[in-house]
């Protein structure tokens, strides 16, 4: 029985004891001469429900990782015991040839051929093709692990359904006028409640223990200070299996190019986003402000998709056609250069920092512009010697904020700003960057074990990092700054 | 001391105005707020530029050129040995194109004799055609020998030369359309049977190596089935996890560890989570590669801090009095949360999901690294099967060198904006309806 049709049954039996609760507190409580019910009737239902459904689904999932750990033992000790198959590929191959005979007509499914070459065409009629180191002694395993799988599933299915009928009756006869069910309910509900918090953490434990692992993987065969300090990347994809091709994997030109171009970005961003800001907060009148600030938004809300394929296709060519007018000759600006992915990096970055320096701004208490202006100064004095210098930490914390968005930004840098990783101080020339190498390391093909592969995770875990120093120190700098005034 | 006696009182000259720099400061002010009319100018003109280019370069997509011939199902070409009946491949085998090719050949007039002109013919119709002459012989047996009108799909080529794409000062030699074609797309279009039709192709088909045949049907059926798993996921956690902060947590260093994780997930780079997907999801715990399921799990976790934070805003915007009130009449804490707070938070959490559902929508990074960058020619049934997304499927477009992708590419992107706008404007209204000012 596939698994989700027991997991259908059990919530099925969850639903049954959910009425039958609720309808038998109900009419408990409404009998004659009952005392006060310390429940309402659904509540008695919902702690039915959940003793049938929740010890049923642990048993279930629980049954699901073990026998399927078992099978995978047995199977790799069937073919241990044959002579000639290979460990590594061989439980991948009868697994797939395993999948394979279950879409099988009934009398061939348990009984099939016992050649490769009668199984084949077979196997092909229902769409299924194999890879070519399938074997004829693999047929007989897969069957016998089709038949231990099928025996197994079925034993935890009546086990878990048998849980859930055994859960369900209990819950049914706890049901009483004076049972605290609502108590039992409201708590299994605090403690769902506060495992969905805590999932934040685990989230970000997951994700420094995933590039954790593959780093250190990664470190084991290639040394920490090559990393850090080398200034050569050339990866040298090995063809899969080949091995021994060393690469060399130097952070250096890749994060002078990520730093290069969202430096770029923040040239652009900054100086926009800050007056815009400035005059959306000090002089746009109420109507100017409704309909330009959301038409600002929108570029806040255009995927970056949409501007790496606007820098690649458009403005990049564009920028090297005027260069090569300018130029009277040769274009010296390369369509994917430095300048063309700053340039519209930084324009998607205007409405970051106009939002974040546009509380700030609105924050500086009204009384320090009404004393300024009243000494005389004009709108713009006030903002340049008053506001601004009152607003100054946390705009340093909102530009700080935006570049840690332009670091870890992938897809116009993807598009827009090359591959070739190398150091140039020429803005006009292709540099490349940490997040178009982590793409370009895992399209493809992947092999776990290969340095490849496991530098993608190096690259990851340094920009998870210096985005993490870099938010942390924004975040404490605008909150610090903000409490300033309060 | 008195001295005054030379005539009238001598009427002092007034002194020159001090200079205060007056009007230098006024300039500054000017241009001071012309700087910032100048930075809103900057941005507001360069989305304008974007869109505009984008559907410049990508409304022509919607329509497709097609061709619309009398083909004659020649049982000779077909079946020549007349054996169908005990061989169903036949029918699946059988040169189409030389029917198709035939049914051209007779529109313009071509004598099948002269190989020259005839090999010039190639490249008119797609190599769908075939497919189209197939499909509709596998489902009506019986129209063979019979003569039919059937519409084809032109080639990329002429599609592009018809809807005047192509350079014809170009010389010959270096253009993919040539001379002689399009006299012949002209002959055809004088007496209507080539025409540009409203492409519904681009809505239903997938990956494709010719351009005419591919479309973001596929893709939109795995962004759908994300956006699925993404609803579901992240909008029970979201909400869970909001209630637990707002309303039960107690203030401790647990409580506080979340929210500064919830802060720093919200910040972390996307692609970051494309890394834990792919190093969880795929490598420890072996779900397939470019499954939905795992690129629907990967962005609810990337989605999960910004509907925290929108629903936590929600929550937290609900007066304290309806608290009160509900706990005053002996409501426990949990039917106060779940009877009055969340109702009347609803649509502040809607807004917030709808909002993380548009950015999830439009994220392609974490994709690529789970495998979502792949040749997907088919529907996806489950979500486990191989699928692809919108932008990915426009970042794959955006790699091919052929000038008729770039054209799908930018009516994708129209899609793709299309799909956000239509969330964004979703969640506008629904603020607007159902937004309570306390």
């Known amino acids: ?486 | 001391m008195t001295d005054i006696t030379a005539g009238a009182i001598p009427v002092a000259a007034r002194p020159p105005r001090r200079d205060i720099g007056i009007k230098k400061r006024y300039a500054a002010e000017a241009r001071f707020k012309a700087y910032g009319v100048a930075a809103i100018l900057f941005g507001l003109a360069f989305l304008a530029i974007m869109l505009g280019s984008v559907v410049t370069k990508g409304y022509t997509a919607f329509w497709q050129t097609n061709i619309t011939l009398p083909v004659t199902f020649d049982a000779q070409v077909i079946d020549p040995q007349n054996k169908r009946d005990e061989d169903p491949m036949i029918l699946i085998k059988a040169n189409y194109d030389k029917l198709a090719q035939a049914a051209l050949l007779a529109k313009l007039g071509i004598d099948p004799a002269e190989k020259a002109v005839v090999a010039k013919t190639k490249g008119i119709l797609s190599d769908s055609a075939r497919i189209v002459l197939r499909d509709r012989v596998t489902a009506d047996p019986s129209i063979i020998g019979q003569t039919v009108e059937v519409s084809m799909l032109a080639s990329a080529n002429i599609d592009s030369a018809f809807k005047g794409q192509i350079d014809l000062s170009v010389p010959e030699a270096r253009r993919k359309v040539k001379d002689q074609q399009v006299e012949w797309m002209k002959q055809l279009a004088s007496d209507g049977s080539l025409a540009e039709k409203f492409n519904t192709g681009l809505f239903t088909y997938g990956a494709s190596s010719r351009p005419e045949t591919s479309g973001v049907g596929v893709a939109i059926v795995g962004s759908l089935m994300m956006m699925a798993i993404v609803l579901v996921l992240a909008l029970l956690i979201g909400v869970a996890a909001s209630i637990y902060l707002e309303e039960f947590a107690a203030r401790g260093r647990l409580t506080d560890l979340i929210e500064v994780n919830i802060n720093n997930l919200a910040a972390v780079p996307s692609i970051v989570f494309g890394l834990l997907g792919l190093s969880v999801f795929i490598n420890f715990l072996g779900m397939p590669r470019s499954a939905a399921l795992v690129g629907g799990v990967t962005l609810s976790l990337m989605t999960l801090p910004t509907i925290i934070i929108a629903t936590r805003a929600a929550i937290a915007a609900v007066p304290p009095s309806i608290r009160d009130a509900a706990l005053g009449l002996g409501a426990s804490k949990t039917q106060m949360v779940f009877h009055h707070v969340l109702p009347l938070a609803m649509p502040g959490i809607l807004t917030g999901t709808i909002i993380g559902l548009a950015r999830a929508l439009g994220e392609t990074a974490p994709l690529l690294l789970i495998g979502m960058v792949a040749f997907v020619a088919d529907y996806p049934a489950t979500p486990l099967d191989p699928a692809t997304a919108l932008p990915v499927q426009i970042y794959m477009w955006a790699n091919e060198a052929e000038r008729a992708f770039v054209e799908r590419m930018s009516g994708a992107i129209i899609i793709l904006l299309a799909f956000l706008m239509v969330m964004n404007i979703t969640a506008i209204v629904l603020r607007r309806k159902f937004e309570r000012r306390w």
């Open chain 1, 1 to 486: 029985m596939p698994a989700y049709v027991t997991l259908v049954l059990v919530l099925l039996i969850g639903l049954a004891s959910f009425m039958l609760g609720r309808f038998r507190a109900r009419a408990q409580a409404f009998s004659q001469g009952a005392p006060k019910a310390h429940s309402r009737p659904p509540y008695h239902g919902w702690w039915a429900a959940l003793l049938a459904i929740l010890p049923a689904l642990a048993l279930l999932l629980a049954w699901q990782i073990g026998s399927g750990a078992y099978l995978r033992d047995q199977v790799a000790g069937q073919l241990a015991a044959v002579s000639g198959a290979d460990v590594n590929t061989g439980p991948t191959l009868v697994n797939s040839l395993a999948n394979g005979l279950l879409l099988l007509d009934p009398p061939q499914d348990a009984n099939p051929p016992v050649t490769m070459e009668a199984l084949a065409p077979l196997l092909a009629a229902k769409g299924v093709t194999l890879a070519s180191g399938t074997q004829d002694f693999m047929i007989q395993i897969a069957v016998e692990a089709n038949a231990a799988r099928a025996l197994l599933s079925w034993i935890g299915a009546s086990a878990a359904l048998g849980l859930a009928i055994i859960g369900g009756v209990y819950g049914l006869s706890q049901i009483a006028v004076r049972a605290r069910a609502r108590h039992k309910v409201e708590r299994f509900v605090l403690a769902s409640l506060f495992t969905a918090s805590s999932l934040a953490i685990l989230t970000t434990v997951g994700i420094v223990l995933s590039l954790l692992f593959q780093t250190i993987t990664f470190f084991g065969q290639v040394s920490p200070a090559s990393f850090f300090f080398g200034t050569v990347w050339d990866p040298r994809f090995a063809a899969a299996g080949s091995g021994g091709s060393e690469g060399q994997f130097g952070l250096i030109p890749l994060l002078a190019g990520t730093l290069y171009i969202a430096f770029v970005a923040l040239l652009v961003a900054a100086p926009v986003g800050l007056m815009s800001a400035i005059y959306m907060a000090e002089y746009a009148s109420r109507p100017v402000r409704s309909v330009v600030k959301p038409a600002l938004e929108l570029l806040a809300g255009i995927p970056t998709i949409v501007y790496g394929i606007f820098a690649l296709v458009t403005l990049g060519p564009w920028l090297r056609d005027i260069s090569a007018a300018l130029a009277g000759g040769a274009a010296f600006i390369q369509a994917q250069s430095i300048l063309t992915a700053g340039l519209v990096m930084g324009v998607m970055l205007i409405p970051v920092v106009s939002s974040l320096s546009d509380d700030i701004i609105t924050a500086v208490p009204q009384a320090m512009r009404d004393g300024s202006l009243g000494l005389g100064a004009t709108r713009s004095e006030t903002i340049k010697k008053v506001i601004l210098p009152a607003a100054l930490p946390g705009i340093a914390g909102a530009i700080l904020l935006t570049a840690s968005r332009a670091i870890g930004e992938t897809m116009i840098v993807v598009l827009a700003a090359g591959v070739a990783a190398k150091l140039t101080a020429n803005p006009f020339e292709a540099m490349t960057t940490i997040t178009v190498k982590i793409v370009n390391q895992l399209t493809g093909d992947l092999e776990f074990n290969s340095p490849q592969t496991l530098v993608a995770f190096a690259l990851g875990l340094t920009l998870f990092f210096v985005t993490l120093a870099m938010n942390i120190g924004a975040l404490a700098i605008v909150r610090k700054y903000r409490e300033q005034y309060e």
